[in-house]
């Protein structure tokens, strides 16, 4: 069977060396909850009991599914919701459902607004319109081999450790089947197609310890697989137990039998994988180092993004999430600083949702806080005249958060061999960085 881990790391480092102090780190299966944040309406595998919040509002049923599929939502565009899209407005009715299956619904004809179908998913809604929409079947995600030029660090017949660059997906999500690392890698191990099958497809931009994926091989793709037989079962469970997020780069491990999975995972549990994440952040968190123990949990105002929130300890909303953090360089006259991260838990963007948390988004990371403008308004007063406009033409070209998986170490899970790798951060965080010293 097919087996994929992806391992980001935190852990400690020496700023001008990149030299790594790894420490220890834990992973967590998916915990399938569904729940539904409508007000009005839902139907299907949910109900409403009768209760009402805490705002006089029906309090809607939280149940556990794997799948959206068949849920129903019913609800009155209420005044002044201004000008949305219908795509988006669905999208925050129902909590936790990716925006690609609801534009999936309304392309298949399940959208009613005001009676009438409507199939396209920019169609803008406005106070007072009817919404019935009904969620669709799963589709399956056929993963295709693909040829790639990979990264890679190490392999032997059990395991596989790649340092994905930055903008590469680890694996395929709907609207995105194809040029993700899951691609490259069955071209690269020589084996068959496989498909997401039975779950909701995570979308590209999550990264996270908690979520498992799971694929299945397309019936009758393993004609003519000698040396992978064992793959040929009914279903592969890839265990993207750490993915990382599409703007990061870094090392990932991916295990190529069951037993290494197994094994991985183990080490994984008992917090034995060495791991080391570093980033650059806007600002220099106050104090220098220290832990953030702050739940972490979708921020319900934007679906793409996880934020920190205080006092609300594995609620439906926000669960768990403990960082420890070190300055290990102050940059740009205290513009920007460098930091090395250890991880507890491995909650979805953890890292980029605690950073904002102490006031200094990652660098590069417009969805969290730490905006070109953010960046520039701390760079150009603490920058000599004469190197202003390269600084602006670096902010310019950020197009990522500085955030890199350093290191990674782990116990071999078919020889015990102590493994331990490390690759240095890629050309243009490197290339920030050096800009970031001349400053002073």
Known sequence: MLWLHS????????????????????????????????????????GFDGALGSDG???????????????????TVEAGSGKLRLDSWISSRINGISRARVQSSIRAGLVHVNGRVVDKVSFNVKAGDKINCTISELQQLRAEPEHMELDIVYEDEHVLVINKPAHMVVHPAPGNTSGTLVNGILHHCSLPNVEISNKEALSETEDSDDDFDSYSIRPGSCEG???????????????????????????????????????????????TIKRVYVSLTVGVPSPTAGRVEVPVGRDP??????????????????????????????????????????????????????????????????????????ALSLLQPRTPTSLRGQIVQMVSRLDRPCLHALTLGFR????????????????????????LRTIG
Not at 17 to 29: K, V
Not at 345 to 351: A, P, V
């Open 301 to 374: 105002n934007n679906r793409l993004r996880m934020t920190a929130v205080a006092g609300s300890v594995n609620s439906r909303k926000a669960r768990y999430a403990a960082s420890r953090y070190k300055v290990t360089e102050i940059l740009a006259k205290g513009a920007c600083a460098l930091l090395e991260w250890k991880l507890e838990t491995g909650r979805t963007h953890q890292i980029r949702a605690h950073s904002k948390y102490l006031g200094v988004p990652l660098l590069g990371d417009e969805v969290y806080g730490g905006t070109k403008s953010m």
């Open 225 to 271: 697989l000698q040396s992978h037989s064992s793959m040929c079962g009914a279903s592969v469970r890839p265990g993207i137990v750490h993915r990382l997020d599409k703007g990061t780069s870094g090392l990932l491990v991916v295990a190529k039998d069951e037993h290494s999975h197994i094994h991985l995972s183990e080490q994984f549990k008992l917090r």
């Open 412 to 435: 071999h899970p078919h020889t015990g061999e102590q493994l331990h790798f490390s690759c240095q951060p890629p050309a243009d965080f490197d290339e920030i960085l050096s800009q």
């Open 7 to 46: 391992c980001t790391c935190p852990g400690a480092f020496t700023a001008k060396s990149f030299r790594a102090s790894p420490a220890f780190f834990s992973a967590r299966g998916r915990n399938h909850e569904f729940p539904l944040g409508v007000a009005r309406t839902i139907r299907g595998c949910c």
């Open 57 to 75: 509002e029906p309090e809607p049923v939280f149940a556990k599914r794997t799948n959206y599929a068949g849920v129903r939502l019913e609800e």
